[in-house]
């Protein structure tokens, strides 16, 4: 059995903390320690979600010296995940590191390097690569659509957060395109399995903190795809893959539910609804985590090319980003 400590009493955090719950009947995991500084808050976090039973922590360092863990789940702000990762490697612990792996190119190659050398599992949360739906698209792209030509996704959501450490820029580079868009270009990526060779990126305000980003990206298969994120609205999530005998077009995927619908739409002729089982895609992505970490560290370039396309959105780091966020 892994046992999993999570360090983060937040909105990623729950998620997690639910979909632990879930699958510990099932005997692969379970949820051993919880971490988070404000013990009140943390009180308040366990009694909600029914974590009585398990060890409660003030700091990480309290949590990783106590030992009792296999493996952690980093949902905390994005400046600490590649420090928390490291000293998580560094203790033989797999890890699993909320998106984005870090703020910096050159941070997530320290995190992936602390994971080869201590031989164990890193994966980044971008848990919608476990929806069922797109599990399913991802399978019938060639019979449904041939070759796939265009990626479209839009993701619009009114981040309830407004005051808090992404839309302050502590802690963090980004806001929409960290909280949403980001989980676009990795579903992109997904699709294609293809290099990005050229990234064209509009914000909203240009300068500072994104409240909205248009990303266009050029992919070495000749794919091109488009990311629409913000968090000042709501709007129905799409996504739609484009090739030359049709179409799938997801709606209402993006989120944290495993809902949604599905769509093939040819040519010609009416559109037919796909069916797929609802499943938490956190809990689908925990299940695939614990049956990888007894194979130890695998190579996988996807953990960089997000952060890849980050860095052209923003070459230089945003002077306002910190390490620590205010509480």
Known sequence: ML??????AGDAGRHHARALTELAP?????LAAVCGRDPV???AFCRELGL????????????LDAGGCDAVILATPDGLHASQAIRAAERGLHVL???????MRRDGEAVIESARAANVH???GYHLRHHTAHRLAHAQLGARVGTLKAVHARWAWPDPAAGGWRARGEAARFWSLAALGTHAIDLALFFTGSRVTHVAALREPPEGVDRAAEVSLAFESGVLAHVSCSVTHRALSRVTLTGDDGELELLGTLGARGDGELFHRPPRGAAQALAFERESPYAAQLRAFALRAAGGFREDASRLA?????EQIAPKHTE????????
């Open 26 to 30: 099932e005997g692969a995991l379970s």
């Open 306 to 310: 997000n952060l890849d396309v980050l």
């Open 122 to 124: 890193l994966a980044v």
């Open 52 to 63: 009585e039973s398990a060890r409660r922590f003030a700091s990480f360092d309290a949590l």
């Open 41 to 43: 808050r943390l009180d």
């Open 3 to 8: 046992r999993f400590g999570l360090v983060g």
């Open 320 to 327: 306002n980003a910190r390490d620590e966020p205010r509480t």
């Open 97 to 103: 590191v909320e998106k984005p792996l870090a703020l």
